[in-house]
């Protein structure tokens, strides 16, 4: 995604340096539809899988993906695992629904069951929540991907650049895909797409992360605004600013910076190839 990503790198952008000016996202409007399009021609692929989870970013991966190669060649998965899922589950059927695709719900409980009775050493949710959710995220892609194995069809994954750098993610999880359109789009700018393309915001769940994907969210554990926290990392991650001039820029303390800053550099393993004795320096 390299080249792709420089050409992201030069979206005209705001005074708070987020890409959500209007010619901005009609860039993104145009090309993030055509990167998956020649995705699916380079792999000699027949169409998109897409997992929805009543969030925006699945919500607007899959609108892409119906723009990029047409309705019927685009399939979402709904994949709850508790009751507590079931409303987010409805949403993400929505979506679907108003796209017109092609949606299946695999109902992933039983399948936590039988590999958490064959692993051992967990009575149930309960016992490890973390392990517990890391393995769903990592049955969610298995199941992605056996879809997209049997269909001739490449995943999408929909983390976005916020997730990404404060590792707001499952290794191996979310981020098992083929591409990943909004990698290089903070949480705002994602946002502020969505609501330019018309996605109907009751079809989505307002939240830090991926709904079906619970866990610590750091954006919210530093109580500021996610746009704050955005401009923060885009400051200070991609244009290299120091922590007293984001600070300043942003009217947060400086503490607030440097708690985003070591978050990112304490998730740093989750954004890397596994380590090799030639990179493990």
Same mark, same amino acid.
């Given at each position: ?82 009751? %507590?899922?079931?409303?987010? %589950?409805?949403?993400?059927?929505? @979506?679907?629904?108003?796209?017109? @695709? ?105 939240? %830090?992360? %991926? ?20 401009? @923060? ?49």
């Amino acid at each position: 995604m390299a080249d792709f990503d420089g050409s992201l790198a030069e979206l005209p952008r705001g005074p708070e340096g987020l890409a959500t000016t209007d010619d901005a996202l009609a860039r993104l409007r145009e090309r993030l539809p055509r990167f998956l399009e020649e995705r699916v021609a380079n792999a000699g692929a027949d169409r998109l899988v897409v997992g929805l989870d009543g969030g925006v970013e699945t919500a607007l991966a899959a609108t892409f993906a119906v723009e990029a190669v047409g309705r019927d060649r685009v399939t979402g998965l709904v994949m709850p695992a508790f009751l %507590s899922h079931e409303a987010i %589950s409805r949403n993400a059927e929505a @979506i679907a629904t108003s796209l017109g @695709i092609e949606h299946r719900r695999l109902q992933l409980q039983p399948v936590l069951a039988a590999f958490q009775e064959t692993v051992g050493g967990s009575d149930g949710p309960a016992d490890d929540l973390v392990a517990t959710n890391n393995a769903l995220s990592r049955l969610r892609m298995a199941c992605t991907y056996y879809v997209a194995n049997t269909t001739n069809a490449l995943v999408v994954g929909t983390v976005n650049r916020t997730q990404f750098l404060l590792g707001s993610f499952t290794k191996h999880g979310e981020t098992g895909a083929d591409c990943l359109p909004f990698v290089s789009l903070f949480r705002t700018e994602v946002e502020a797409l969505a609501r330019a393309v018309g996605l109907p915001e009751e079809l989505t769940v307002e939240t %830090s992360g %991926s709904p079906l994907h619970p866990g610590e969210s750091p954006a919210a554990a530093v109580g500021v605004p996610p746009e704050i926290v955005d401009r @923060i990392l885009g400051a200070c991650v991609d244009r290299g600013v120091d922590t007293a001039t984001a600070a300043e820029r942003t009217g947060v303390d400086p503490s607030t910076v440097e708690r985003l800053a070591e978050w990112c550099d304490r998730t740093r393993h989750k954004r890397r190839y596994p380590v090799t004795p030639a990179t493990d320096t």
